[in-house]
C-alpha cells in the first residue's frame, strides 16, 4: 500500500429541532484525506487548501485523531495525511466532522481496522471538540456513517441509524459569511422554559415518527425549532426571507444547517428541492453576499475509500 | 336504542422521557359509562362508584365534555350518563381522561358520528382541563385511540398513532396514596438546563425509533427521564425500590405513571412483566400500603361500545 484516499461527506446537523441529537451526511460536498504511513512515528499534515487550518497535528483536526488512534493502537509507525478540504470551515456543514471522519476511517483503515464504528465516533469527537470545545457527534457520526444519525446519548455514546425516506432531497445555500461554532454556542441560553421544551420534543418525536414511516407531512410539521433558531437566526443574512422562500416553493421545512451559516430545506422530490434552489438564489443574489447552492439526498453511504 | 355502554380504558402517559406527549392504553382496567338519551335537554350524571366525584355536571368531568358535544351538536335532547368508575381518581392512570374519553365516545354515538376522532380528543381535553388546570392529551389520546400514541403538538392538535411492540408489556403498581395531577405539576421547576432538555430529547427520539424498529434494548436505554421524574419521585413511596427491582427482574425500564402515584414498567414478554409483578409486591407488602398490581399489553382497541 503506497497511500489510500478517503472521501468524508458534509453534513447538515441539528435539523432544526433535534439540536445536538441529529445529522445526516450531503453528497458531493466532501473533504478528500490521503494517508501514507511513515518510518518516522507521529503525525505530519499537509494541507492542500484552507491554508489558515494549522499543519500543527496538535492543533489540527484531523491531527488530533490521528494521534489519538496511533497512540491507542500503539504502532511504531507515523503517518503523513494531505487534507483537501471540501467543506469550507465554518460553512455549517460539518467541516471539522469531515475531517474527523475522515481522519478516523482512513487511520483505521492504516491501522488494520482495528476499531469498531463507535470507537472511530468516539476517536472524531476528540476532534470535534478540538473544533467547538464541545464534544458533539452530531455531524461526525453521520459523515461517518452515511443517512440520518440519531445520537441518543454522547455517555454513554449511542448513535442509531434511521431510515431515509426515499425521495427526500436536502437544498442548502451557503452564504458567504463565517459563523464560528464556539461563539454560537455562547448565544444560546443555558436554561430554557419547560413549555418550550416539551413543544421541542413533541416535534423531535415528530421528525422521528416521519422518518420511519415516510410521512412526508409529519417531517415538515416537525421541523420547527422554538429553542435555538430564535437564538442563531440572527447571525445569518436574511435567514427569515430564505425560509419563507423555501416554504413557498413547496419545502416541508427549513432551518439552519448546525450553528449556521448555511441554510437548509428539506423537500420531497427532486423537482420542489431545485425550485427551493431557484427561491434561495431569488433572495441572495440581490444581497451581494457571495453564496453556493446545492441539491442533494442523503447520502448513504458515509465516509469511504476512493 | 333504549341505552349505549362504553369502555373506555386506562392509560400511562409521560412514559419517563416523554413527558407530556406520550401515553398508552392499557387493558382491563377502564370506566363504563351508560348513555341514556333523555327529553329533557342538558346532561345528567349518575356516580354508581366513587361517590366523591361531583354529579354536576359542570364539574364532572365526563360532564363538561357532554354539555360541550350537545352544544356544539345544537341537539333539542339531552342525556343521562351513569358512569361506573374503574380507574381510580388520582392514580396516575390517566383517571380523568378515561371517563372524557368514554364520555366523548358515547356521547359522539349518540349524536350519529358527527364528530371526528381528532374532534373526540379535543372535547376530552375539556375534560382534562376541569382535572388538572392544564389542556393535555397524553391520556385522552391513548384511551379513545388505543395503542401507542404521540401528541406532537396541542395547538394545533396532532396526535399520530406509533407502532407498538408486538411482545410489549406492562407491569403497574398503584400503591393507594393520592397524587393529584394540580399538586404534581406545582412541583415542577418552569424552567429546565438547556443540556438536561438535550439529554430528554435524545432519549425521546431514541423510545419513539425503538417502537418503530422494535427495538427493544433501545426502549429500555431511551426510558430515562432527567426532567420530571427526580421532581416527583419524592410523592411515591418507595419509588426508588420499584425502580431498582423492576430493573433487576429484567424490566427494560420503568417509571412515574402519569403523574403518580402509579409506577410502570415495560418489558419484553409476558414472563418477565410477571417477575417484575413479583418484585413490586416484594417492595411493596411490607411497607403496610396498600396496593394493587396489574400486568397487560398495550390496549389496541381504545375506547368502545360494550
Known sequence: MKEIKVFAPASVA?????????GFALNDIGDVLT????????????????????????????????LAMLTMAGVDFGVEMEIEKGVS?????????????????????????????QQLVKFSMIGES??????????????????????????????????VPENLYVTL????????????????????????????WG??????????????????????DVIIEPARALLI??????????LSAGALGSGISGSGPSVFALSEGKETAEKVAKAFREIY???????KIHVSTVNKNGTHLI
Open 237 to 246: 443574512p436574511l435567514f427569515e426571507a430564505l425560509k419563507a422562500a423555501a
Open 35 to 66: 494517508f501514507r504511513k511513515t518510518k518516522e512515528p507521529g503525525v505530519k499534515i499537509i494541507m492542500k487548501n484552507e491554508q489558515q487550518l494549522s499543519e500543527d497535528p496538535e492543533k489540527n483536526v484531523a491531527g488530533v485523531v490521528a
Open 285 to 291: 443574489e440581490p444581497s451581494g453576499i457571495e453564496f
Open 173 to 200: 445555500i451557503h452564504p458567504d459569511v463565517e459563523v464560528q461554532t464556539k461563539k454560537a454556542r455562547l448565544l444560546l441560553k443555558q436554561t430554557v422554559p419547560l413549555s418550550d421544551a416539551v413543544i421541542q
Open 89 to 117: 470551515p465554518g460553512s455549517g456543514m460539518g467541516s471539522s466532522a469531515s475531517s474527523a471522519a475522515g481522519a478516523a476511517f482512513g487511520m483505521n483503515h492504516l491501522l488494520g481496522g482495528v476499531f469498531s464504528m
Open 130 to 163: 478540538l473544533a467547538s470545545g464541545v464534544e458533539h457527534a452530531d455531524n461526525a457520526a453521520p459523515s461517518l456513517m452515511g443517512g440520518i444519525i440519531l445520537v441518543r446519548s454522547l455517555n454513554p455514546l449511542d448513535v442509531i441509524s434511521l431510515p
Open 203 to 224: 416535534n423531535i418525536a415528530g421528525l422521528i415518527s416521519g422518518f420511519y414511516s415516510n410521512d412526508y407531512s409529519l417531517i415538515g410539521r416537525s421541523l420547527e
Open 14 to 22: 441539528n435539523v432544526s429541532c433535534a439540536f445536538d441529537i441529529l
